[in-house]
């Protein structure tokens, strides 16, 4: 309590207040003493001129007598007062203090005119004969027309004073004691006042701090009471309401963060810019997509960091316009095309837009794909249709009879018809795979066995060209998830190419081999050859469909342009992997890699 400075704040204005009242109030009873013991002493000189008046009468009718100053003498002595007789024309008659004879005419003193004038006179002044102050009481002796003189009494002030001082004392003590009992009565109330102040008060600190649940115990019925009252029902509704806030707060941290890993996780790049053109968010995707900085982009100006001017143009007409828009663009240096939608954030005045971005190249290549399989489909089918109409149309033109040339027109027109058939099967099959509804009965397939069909298939191929064709088998009859058919088509297709591609007195090497990756057992087959080769820049898009290194010879070599395409859909629709390696004028191997079920030596 002493360290609180309300409470000495209360205690000091208190203590002056008490002490400056009683200051004036032993003021006022002193002042209105001194007036109470001075009209009680007038009262009394006035009783003692009154009786002496008619006793003294007779001494003012005839001449001063010694005995009559001793009778003087011995009143003051019952009195207490001086008597002091002087006849009309002012002489002393007689004193009760002095000699008579020596002193003074007594008829210019203000009490004895007032009394010759009037009847009676008061005055108090310093008397010359006894050296001090003195209060007088004249009375007038005899009638007003004829006064025989006054009888004056007089009492030293002195006494007033003393008596006055004394009593001053006695109200100074008095005060000191109220004012003391008064403090200390302060001190136990201000005290009692301010606890349960002190109490709230180190309740709100303890409620600042974060310890929201107070309650202060008042049990007062005053206004502190009710204070106390109001003060836990606020901490009650606060803690309760904070606690809510809370809850709200982390569903709220929750939501965001679920909301942040959708975005996150979403292929879509998203930015969301506020109407100060301020990145207030960016996922991954839209980082990644527009190479912007993984940290520190929030809150920056994103023309600091996205300078597309399509993106500008999109973010201007969703805040002006307050609508949705999309425009597409070209990124540099990738040439990834990306779609970019703009929508207005939800609020007044177009808070800001939201930003999603589709990376639509594969789309795009799609469709190009699209339009250019149309194009490669007509161009492949018109050609051998056309040389089947020619040689159809010269037959019937007379060439029919020509004993020389027919033959070789119909086995040309045989020729291309074949070239038809292959080109409408493969397109058929690459068709089906593609779209599914080519039903495969995958199950284990033994696959070394597939790979010898293949050889002896393909054997009189490589023979006609004197190619060595070879099989290098390092496994041990594995077993691989597949089907049978499938199987022998990616083969067939690997080592035909691998034979047609390979000029004469060449090699066709098959290698079959185990091997553990991420430690899954694979079995790898290889096909290489020592052949043309595929340059470098083509070995990509060999797998696309009708794409050929060198058109012509392709087609000479009766191609189709879509086995390498059959073999890549085969592969991944029997999880297996295919990679190409090949140099210019070296050769080539195409390698195919199975997850292994088992081999015999396993099994
Ligand atoms: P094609 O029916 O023309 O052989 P493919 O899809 O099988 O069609 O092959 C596509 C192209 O890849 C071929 O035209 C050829 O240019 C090239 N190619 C495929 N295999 C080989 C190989 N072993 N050596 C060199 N070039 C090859």
Not at 94 to 122: C, I, K, P, W
Not at 260 to 275: K, R, T
Not at 388 to 408: F, M, W
Not at 410 to 429: A, F, G, K, P
């Amino acid at each position: 309590m002493f360290s609180s400075r309300l409470f000495w704040k209360i205690y000091s204005v208190t203590t002056a207040i008490t002490l400056i009242s009683a200051g004036i109030v032993i003021w006022i009873l002193a002042f209105r003493q001194s007036e109470i013991i001075l009209n009680m002493i007038d009262e009394r000189l006035q009783n003692s001129a009154t009786l002496l008046t008619e006793q003294m009468e007779i001494a003012f009718r005839q001449p001063p007598t010694p005995e009559l100053q001793e009778q003087l003498r011995t009143l003051q002595e019952e009195t207490g007062t001086r008597i002091t007789l002087i006849d009309n024309s002012g002489r002393v008659l007689g004193d009760s203090a002095e000699d008579y004879q020596t002193m003074d005419l007594h008829n210019n003193r203000q009490e004895v005119r007032e009394a010759m004038h009037d009847g009676t006179g008061f005055a108090q002044r310093y008397s010359n004969t006894l050296n001090r102050n003195l209060r007088y009481f004249s009375k007038r002796v005899g009638s007003e027309e004829n006064p025989l003189g006054v009888v004056r009494v007089s009492l030293p002030v002195e006494r007033v004073d003393t008596q006055v001082t004394s009593y001053q004392q006695v109200i100074w003590l008095t005060a000191t004691i109220c004012s003391l009992l008064s403090l200390i009565f302060t001190y136990i109330m201000v005290g009692r006042l301010l606890k349960p102040l002190q109490e709230i008060t180190e309740a709100a600190e303890a409620m600042a701090s974060g310890k929201l649940r107070q309650e202060v115990d008042i049990n007062s019925r005053d206004e502190l009471g009710l204070l106390g009252e109001t003060f836990n029902t606020m901490s009650r509704t606060s803690a309760s309401r904070f606690e809510e806030l809370q809850q709200k707060s982390r569903e709220l941290a929750e939501n965001s963060d679920r909301l942040a890993a959708v975005l996150g996780s979403m292929i879509e790049g998203v930015i969301a810019i506020d109407s100060d053109h301020r990145i207030i968010f960016v996922n991954r995707a839209a980082q990644k997509l527009l190479s912007l900085p993984v940290s520190d982009v929030t809150g920056r100006i994103y023309l600091e960091l996205i300078r597309i001017p399509q993106v500008h143009e999109l973010v201007n007409t969703v805040l002006t316009g307050y609508c949705q828009t999309s425009l597409e663009f070209k990124l540099n240096p990738s040439q990834a095309t990306v779609a970019a939608f703009g929508t207005p954030l939800p609020g007044e005045n177009a808070p800001g837009v939201l930003i999603v971005l589709h990376d639509i190249s594969d789309l795009r290549q799609l469709e190009n794909m699209r339009t250019e399989f149309f194009s490669n489909v007509s161009h492949e089918l018109k050609t051998p249709l056309a040389a089947i109409q020619a040689y159809s149309e010269t037959l019937l033109e007379g060439a029919l009879e020509d004993p020389d040339h027919n033959r070789k027109f119909v086995h040309n027109i045989l020729q291309h018809s074949e070239r038809l058939h292959d080109l409408i099967l493969d397109m058929m099959q690459i068709s089906r795979i593609e779209s599914g509804t080519d039903l495969f009965e995958i199950h284990e397939v033994h696959l070394e066995h597939a790979i010898n069909v293949c050889m002896a298939a393909l054997a009189p191929q490589a023979e006609s060209k004197r190619i060595e064709l070879t099989y290098e088998c390092q496994t041990d009859n594995p077993l691989v998830l597949a089907d049978a058919e499938g199987l022998r088509t990616i083969f067939e297709n690997l080592i035909d190419n691998a034979i047609k591609y390979t000029p004469e007195g060449g090699q066709v090497t098959v290698r079959s081999y185990l091997q553990t990756s991420d430690e899954i057992e694979e079995v790898v087959i290889e096909v290489t050859d020592t052949g043309l080769g595929i340059p470098r820049e083509y070995q990509s898009r060999v797998f696309e469909r009708f794409y050929r290194v060198d058109k012509a010879r392709s087609r000479e070599l009766g191609g189709t342009g879509l086995g390498l395409s059959i073999v890549k859909h085969l592969s991944q629709v029997f999880g297996a992997g295919l990679e190409l390696e090949s140099e210019l004028h070296r050769g080539s191997t195409f390698r195919v890699t199975f997850p292994l079920v088992f081999t015999d030596q396993k099994a």
